[in-house]
């Protein structure tokens, strides 16, 4: 049995408050312990969207009473937040900026909008950027000007990996997360729209997988190929990966949405995460893509220090590295109800989580109650 630190994901949509029938902060945490994922940092695009005291409140309200693992909730910027923002930083886990659209209302079109919130928000807690292509190049000039540290979500292409690199080569403070989905899946359609044209990959993603690879969002297409950023093209996936020094954190961007909303001729964008992480990545492990201490760095001592957490005392998972298992949608704890990687074959099973010196998880049961999760701002 191999232990390793518990978990952080900086990326995870919880739905609550607003869309509870997708996911909530009972659901969506106990969905991180049987990930292995011992503190989430959840996303402000729910409904109402977290944009000042009050929606803070609420949310934080909702996870104080069902939160199974710790947590920190972000701030969303909006246009015109930015004077109440900095007093509330020391409750969020960040300021989450959307520059690019997707999911919900949040966005900051016009950059005039991005200059308040650069300028106020306190240095000490971090800006987190959803901001793809040509926006990340601006979103990067804004950390140079005001020479401040900014988190890049879910990077995707070779041109942002390779300007991630550059800029930091040049002392820019930017850093960056990678999704799972981003590392094993390539685009299934032809679309090739916009800048940062997606193009056709027909090729299934690492060779480290089998034929089954991506097979249900291939078979399936449209909507659960749905996903922001896009899914890309293989010459972008291999980018990742062989610039995988670059990059920070990896984060799951878990962001259910029910399989009937999938499916949908409306499809909203997004795959939930959490409990795919990790076996994903021990997978890679076994095929000698990434090490044990590439997952450490990336899962647990580059977020902690990216975003200002501390420690969590006595907490650990227990990992079986051989057993093999099949991923299926049926045996999750997320409620959306599948996933894109249903019939993966995998290697690396989580057994057992301690949180805070109790065990939280263990062969497929989750033992804490709700309201055992901890805010870590508080
Ligand atoms: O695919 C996505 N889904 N990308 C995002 O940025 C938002 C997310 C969601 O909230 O569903
Ligand atoms: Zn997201």
């Known amino acids: ?32 312990l049987a990930g292995g994922v011992t503190m989430v940092l959840a996303m402000p695009n729910t409904q109402p969207p977290i944009f000042d005291e009050e929606t803070l409140d609420i949310a934080l309200g909702a996870a104080h009473q069902q939160a199974r693992c710790d947590y920190a909730q972000y701030l969303g910027a909006g246009p015109d937040n930015a004077d109440i923002v900095p007093a509330l930083a020391h409750k969020a886990a960040g300021l989450k900026m959307y520059l690019d659209s997707t999911f919900g209302e949040l966005r900051l079109d016009d950059m005039t909008l991005w200059k308040p919130h650069f300028e106020k928000y306190p240095m000490e807690y971090p800006i987190v950027v959803h901001a793809e292509s040509r926006s990340m190049a601006a979103a990067i000039l804004f950390s140079a000007m005001y020479d401040r540290p ?38 299934p359609l032809h679309k090739g729209e916009g800048p940062g044209v997606r193009a056709e990959s027909p090729s299934p993603t690492p060779p480290l997988f089998s034929e089954k690879m991506g097979e249900d969002v291939r078979r399936t297409g449209g909507g659960r190929s749905e996903v922001r950023p896009r899914l890309a093209t293989q010459k972008d996936v291999d980018a990742l990966w062989e610039n995988l020094n670059v990059i920070d954190c990896f984060a799951t961007d878990h962001a259910p949405h029910t399989i009937e909303e999938k499916d949908s001729a409306n499809p909203p964008p997004g795959f939930p995460g959490l409990e795919t992480l990790l076996p994903l990545l021990l997978t890679a492990v076994a095929g000698r893509r990434l090490n044990l201490d590439d997952i450490i ?18 907490t650990w998972i227990e990992v079986d590295e051989n057993a093999k298992f099949e991923i299926k949608a049926q045996n999750q704890f997320t409620r959306c109800g599948w996933t ?33 999760g901890q805010n870590v701002r508080a």
């Open 1 to 32: 049995m191999l232990k390793l630190p518990g978990l952080i994901d900086p990326h995870v949509h919880l739905r609550e408050p607003g869309a509870i029938h997708k996911e909530d902060w009972d659901t969506g945490t106990c969905a991180a």
């Open 150 to 187: 900014v988190h890049i979500a879910h990077i995707s292409l070779k041109e942002e990996v390779l300007l991630i690199k550059a800029a930091k080569e040049r002392g820019i403070k930017v850093t960056c997360e990678v999704c799972p989905h981003h590392l094993f899946l390539t685009s």
């Open 297 to 314: 760095q990336k899962s647990v001592i580059n977020p902690r220090r990216i975003f200002n957490l501390s420690e969590q005392p006595e």
């Open 340 to 372: 894109p990687f249903e019939g993966w074959k995998v290697k690396g099973k989580v057994r057992k989580v301690v949180l805070r010196g109790k065990t939280a998880f263990e062969d497929g049961k989750i033992l804490v109650e709700k309201g055992y």
